[in-house]
């Protein structure tokens, strides 16, 4: 592993797949002019708009987007994460909601189906029910090995309220970990820094969190603040609150570090 820069992109994705695909390749270019080589997306980014729109569109969604995915990553010679879309499931009448990386050749290296479903009343007045379109992935997120950019690990926002999917990744050697969000504003402001530190910080892993932000339709409103987490739980990039980018480097002699200092994985004493 070497050092290297991470972006966490940050956009406003709406009901639009064509508007969304071309605001994401923006700002990937962006991430790369400033020497970006692990570029994340937010989840939902390719459509963030009514579930049975979604659902209705899912086919092409899925398809255009991993062609998108992989355009890019061959482009600019970078891995990208495409950190949520919807895959439709044969025979359900549902999808999964997918993250997806692929290598600067082109290929796929890891695919995740977000595990946890986010079927909350907001107190904010809204309600979300993923799971009427969704179908829930049942397997804990694997790990990427790469000898240039370290060992990688995939989630998807509402996991990260489950600390457990990322103690299964520590333990399988992660030392980054994804974790793409479409967090609502009203839930955002008060738990999204503290989780997502808390994640990096019991895991002595990088943390990277592209997000949503604005409005993205109707009265859905997202928090924003894609952000790079080191494992010491030190935010090193915040996107704030517009669309844009959080770059930082990823160290592996900071990861070393903060592991001698802080030897927490190696004295837990209950292991699942």
């Known amino acids: 592993m070497k050092s290297y820069l991470a972006a966490a992109i940050q956009m406003t994705s709406v009901p639009e797949l064509e508007k969304n695909l071309a605001q994401a390749e923006e700002l990937i270019d962006l991430a790369v002019r400033q020497g970006a080589e692990l570029v994340g997306l937010p989840e939902n980014f390719p459509f963030m708009g009514d579930e049975k729109d ?3 569109q899912a086919d092409a969604i899925a398809q255009k987007t991993e062609n998108f995915l992989t355009k890019m990553a061959q482009r600019y010679q970078i891995t990208i994460l495409g950190g949520g879309f919807p895959v439709p499931v044969q025979g359900t009448g549902k999808v999964y909601n997918t993250a997806l990386l692929i290598a600067p ?13 986010f079927d909350v009343n907001v107190p904010d007045g809204n309600t979300y029910r993923e799971s009427t379109t969704v179908m829930a992935g049942t397997v804990l997120p694997s790990i990427y090995p790469s000898e240039t950019l370290g060992n990688i690990g995939l989630s998807v926002c509402y ?57 993205n339709y109707d009265r ?13 739980g030190v935010i090193l990039a915040d996107a704030g609150e517009k669309p844009g980018v959080a770059i930082a480097e990823v160290n592996p002699s900071r990861i070393e570090q903060v592991r001698r200092q802080m030897p927490s994985l190696q004295h837990r004493v209950f292991h699942s």
């Open 159 to 215: 996991d990260v309220r489950f600390p457990e999917v990322y103690r299964h990744m520590s333990s399988k050697g992660a030392d980054i970990l994804f974790v793409p969000a479409a967090f609502t504003a009203f839930t955002g402001k008060d738990h999204w820094q503290v989780l997502l530190q808390a994640r990096a910080i019991e895991n002595t892993c990088y943390v990277i969190a592209p997000a949503q932000t604005g409005v």
């Open 54 to 56: 979604k659902l209705a």
């Open 220 to 232: 859905r409103q997202t928090h924003g603040h894609a952000m790079i987490i080191d494992p010491w």
């Open 105 to 117: 050749n082109g290929q796929e290296l890891l695919r995740y189906h977000k595990v946890h479903l």
